[in-house]
């Protein structure tokens, strides 16, 4: 059974900064692709960033230059580092992970951003 878990969420002060992690655990294995979610309240979940088994990194234009999505060298724990936060980054944060075509979502992790 396949499982991912978030932490690092939290409430900060805006300018702050914070660290997700998102670790897979079990048959789970090449992971082709690994993503962060977010969700507002009352808005639809948007990438906020992705990482592929190559190493291309995309962003939203909204995190750009303040967040940092990487990987580490085993490839089953992804990290988001969220520079500069701003109340509008206010959300859940989900991972996604998708390998072999499968396709996985953690439980999310709240992230307040006070003005």
């Known amino acids: 059974q396949v499982q991912l878990v978030e932490s690092g969420g939290g409430l900060v002060q805006a300018g702050g900064s914070l660290r997700l992690s998102c670790v897979a655990s079990g048959s789970i294995f090449s992971i082709n692709f690994m993503g962060w979610y977010r969700q507002g309240l009352g808005k639809e979940r948007e990438l906020v960033a992705a990482?592929?088994?190559?190493?291309?990194?995309t962003y939203a234009d909204s995190v750009k230059g303040r967040f940092a999505i990487s990987r580490d060298s085993a490839g089953k724990t992804g990290y988001l580092q969220m520079n500069t936060l701003k109340p509008e980054d206010t959300a859940v944060y989900y991972c996604r992970v998708i390998a072999r075509k499968n396709d996985y979502w953690g439980q999310g992790t709240q992230v307040t951003v006070s003005s």
């Open positions: 990482i592929t088994n190559a190493g291309t990194t």
